[in-house]
Structures are given as structure tokens and as C-alpha cells.
């Protein structure tokens, strides 16, 4: 996926001033593909960040069935995760595949930022293709559905007149989120210096071992090390010509 960086405006610094932040995706890599370097450089700097998966990732791998697949890449999840420093894992349960954009997840989405309170959330590339547009690759409905219950239910945690039993379970409204960070946006407008996590992105992106060796014939590490090196070069030019993690920030 080229970009054209001779016409696009330089990617601006990531806002700094927050101390939690929670991401909020749709499988199990998702994130190890999306931005791994970024949040190993967060946690770094005493910032905290949790995981919020909707699936299980359990319909992922075509020669393993759903029920032996979920457990395994849970486990190769929470390995990935601590890889960069994260240590609070959730999984939502929602069937992979088949995430149903709907009151349903925005309203667990809204329970999760009400209980983490994060500052940033961060989810993964909402539109319906990946690449510039037009053009580029079709988008999975997992995808699309999960980063637009994000974007919309950043807003809903912080309504109390929406998802009123919510606060009846304990969960007070929480209007803190500033920021929406979705990566793999065909529209980045921030980044952040990928060189201080770029060994651990490669690590954690091979924690999905089973995974990537039922998607590729390519050796798991060199698979790992190409894809990292050449998603974080994909902004650079628009970045001062270091190796970024680029997002498209929505300010709330």
C-alpha cells in the first residue's frame, strides 16, 4: 500500500499528555499488526495501556476448529501483549466473523471505557478500505463495525442517559476520553517514533506464531521482521524520515 507523501502535509507528534489509554480492536493481532512500536514506546514512559478484544479470533485459522482455536490465540494474545508491556488483556466474547455493528457492542465498548478511564482510545481502520482511496483493499466487516462502535461509543461512556443501566451496575459515566486514535487509516493525521519499539513490535507480532504460520509458507521471523520494518517506513517520509506508527486522531 504507496502512499503519496509528495503532496501530503508532514504527520504531526501524537498528543503526550495523557496517562491511560485503552485499545480496542477486533482480533487477536490486530493490533500486532496495527501498532505494537507505539504502544511499546507508551508503556516505556510510565504510561498505561489495556487491550480490549471483541473476539477470540477463534474463526482465524481454517484447519483448527473454533473451540480449539479461541484458547490458543488467547494465549498467543496475552503473550503479544506483554511482549510491549501491556498487562490487562480483556476479551469480549462477540463471534468472530460476524461482529454486528449495533447498540449491543457500542454499549460493552462504553462499560469498558467506563472502567478504564482512559484519556486516548485507540481502535484499528474503521473505513471501508485499506490503502488510498480510491482504490485499495476491501475492508473486513469485523474491522469496520468494531472501529466505528469505537468512535461512537467514546461519546456514549460519557452520556449517562445513554446505556443508563450501566451506571446502575457501578459504572459512572466517564467524559475523559480526549482522544480517538484509529491506526491503518487511509487518512493518518499524527504519528509517533517507532524506533524505540520496533524490536518488541517484531517479538510481539511473532507471539501470533500459529497464526501466521497457517497465513504464510514465509519463515515466521523473516515474515515478522519485513512486515514491521516496512509498515513503520510506510510514513517516514511524512515523519521527519524515522519509522512511525501513523493514526488518524479524532479530539473529542
Known amino acids: 500500500m504507496s502512499e503519496n507523501t509528495e503532496q501530503a502535509p508532514p504527520l504531526a507528534e501524537m498528543p503526550g499528555d495523557w496517562q491511560r489509554a485503552l485499545a480496542v480492536v477486533a482480533h487477536p493481532d490486530d493490533l500486532e499488526y496495527g501498532c505494537a512500536a507505539a504502544v511499546a514506546g507508551w508503556t516505556d514512559q510510565g504510561k498505561e495501556v489495556a487491550y480490549l478484544l471483541v473476539t477470540r479470533g477463534e474463526a482465524g485459522i481454517d484447519t483448527l476448529d473454533p473451540a480449539t482455536c479461541a484458547p490458543l490465540r488467547e494465549r498467543e494474545q496475552r503473550e503479544s501483549a506483554a511482549i510491549v508491556g501491556v498487562r490487562t488483556v480483556e476479551f469480549l466474547d462477540h463471534r468472530d466473523g460476524v461482529i454486528e455493528y449495533g447498540l449491543g457492542l457500542r454499549r460493552d465498548i462504553a462499560a469498558a471505557i467506563r ?4 484519556e486516548l482510545v485507540i481502535t484499528l481502520n474503521h473505513r471501508d478500505t485499506w490503502g488510498p482511496e480510491p482504490g485499495g483493499f476491501w475492508n473486513t466487516p ?43 487509516s487511509n487518512l493518518p493525521t499524527h504519528a509517533v517514533d517507532a524506533t524505540p519499539g520496533l524490536d518488541r513490535a517484531t517479538h510481539s507480532l511473532r507471539a501470533h506464531r500459529t497464526y501466521i504460520e497457517a497465513l504464510t509458507d514465509q519463515d515466521v521471523d523473516d ?17 521527519g524520515g524515522r519509522p512511525a506508527v501513523a493514526f488518524e486522531v479524532f479530539p473529542r
Open 115 to 118: 472502567r478504564h478511564r482512559p
Open 142 to 184: 469485523d474491522h469496520r463495525a468494531v472501529g466505528r462502535a469505537v468512535l461512537d461509543a467514546a461519546a456514549d461512556a460519557g452520556n449517562r442517559w445513554i446505556f443508563p443501566e450501566l451506571t446502575d451496575q457501578g459504572l459512572a459515566p466517564w467524559n475523559g476520553v480526549r482522544w480517538v486514535a484509529v491506526a491503518g
Open 223 to 239: 515474515y515478522c521482521r519485513t512486515f514491521v520494518a516496512e509498515s513503520t517506513g510506510r510514513a517516514s517520509a511524512r515523519f
